[in-house]
């Protein structure tokens, strides 16, 4: 059997770097009257969505239509980290989120992707459905918080938020150890 070679050049990896494109204009929009501005979070939520929806489509269109590349595994958890890094850092200069959360997550976050790294010749160490969970509730939550909501959904949010660090430490704890024994193997 032939290998097929797909190139680099798919919508896959096209809207992963649309992805990286937009974080540079929701922190524009966020930043709008250093934060405070309501219609511009709105605007920076909608752009946050956009760019959380392609991180779901190009995953989706990768697998579906066979057109998974190196350049798009690497470039993924790379647009992954600067969407969510950035709009966590950007909450927690506001004061929005606790600093210690957004450090939490972002330490999890390039930890794992690195201990990944490290045992990538010998298996691709794929996301389970508690690592989906995990950035699907991150999303939520995170989206939440960019979004102008009146104070009556603090409680709401910060619940999410913690289900969300839940998760984050959960599946940091699940990674780490299947990492570690593909490391001792």
């Known amino acids: 059997m032939a290998e097929s ?18 974080v540079p204009v929701f922190l524009t929009c966020y930043f709008v009257d250093h934060g405070k501005n309501d219609l511009w979070r709105a605007i920076a939520w909608a752009v946050f969505a956009l760019a959380a929806f392609t991180d779901r489509l190009d995953g989706q269109l990768a697998r579906r239509r066979n057109i998974s590349t190196p350049l798009g595994a690497l470039l993924d958890p790379i647009a992954d980290k600067a969407l969510i890094g950035g709009a966590l850092i950007s909450l927690s200069i506001t ?9 939490l997550i972002l330490v999890r976050e390039v930890g794992i992707t690195f201990l990944r790294l490290t045992v990538l010749s010998k298996k691709v160490v794929a996301a ?5 969970a ?12 960019i979004f102008p909501m009146p104070h009556w959904f603090d409680i709401p949010n910060a619940i999410l938020m913690g289900v ?4 984050t430490i959960s599946t940091g704890i699940y990674y780490f150890r299947e990492i570690l024994s593909l490391h001792r193997s």
Do not use: C, H, S
């Open 128 to 132: 389970n459905r508690g690592g989906k």
């Open 5 to 22: 070679r797909v190139g680099n050049a798919n919508i896959a990896n096209w809207l992963t770097l649309i992805r990286i494109a937009l």
């Open 164 to 167: 969300a660090v839940i998760l």
């Open 95 to 103: 004061n929005d989120v606790w600093w210690w959360i957004t450090i």
């Open 134 to 145: 995990k950035t699907l509730t991150q999303g939520f939550a995170i989206g939440f918080y």
